[in-house]
């Protein structure tokens, strides 16, 4: 079992930043980590993921505006995101997913608001 916890969540205006982090209560070193967010009414989507091997992959409405990034030695992945847009506003969950098992854990959420 693998427990996640979300921080950096906030408010912020329109073109500003932010930093995600999500912290892997144990080694996460052989998962891929990814963001996902989930706007009230909307479904759950795909803001990127990053492989055990550093590979990476964006959504096409955050690219060029966030970068995920992982730390092995600290069991930890970020979302820088830049130039928030009001569209961006939604929980932002944290995955590990096991591809070989083909499991995975949820963390609890973090809320992003962008205000216009």
């Known amino acids: 079992q693998v427990q996640l916890v979300e921080s950096g969540g906030g408010l912020v205006q329109a073109g500003g930043s932010l930093r995600l982090s999500c912290a892997a209560s144990?080694?996460?070193?052989?998962?891929?980590m990814g963001w996902y967010r989930q706007a009230p009414g909307k479904q759950r989507e795909l803001v990127a993921d990053i492989t055990s091997s550093g590979r990476t992959n964006y959504g096409d409405s955050v690219k060029g505006r966030f970068t995920i990034s992982r730390d092995n030695t600290k069991n930890t992945v970020y979302l820088q995101m830049n130039s928030l847009k009001p569209e961006d506003t939604g929980v932002y969950y944290c995955?590990?997913?096991?591809?070989?098992?083909?499991?995975?854990?949820w963390g609890q959420g973090t809320q992003v608001t962008v205000s216009a």
């Open positions: 995955n590990a997913h096991y591809p070989i098992g083909g499991y995975g854990y």
């Open positions: 144990k080694s996460v070193i052989s998962s891929t």
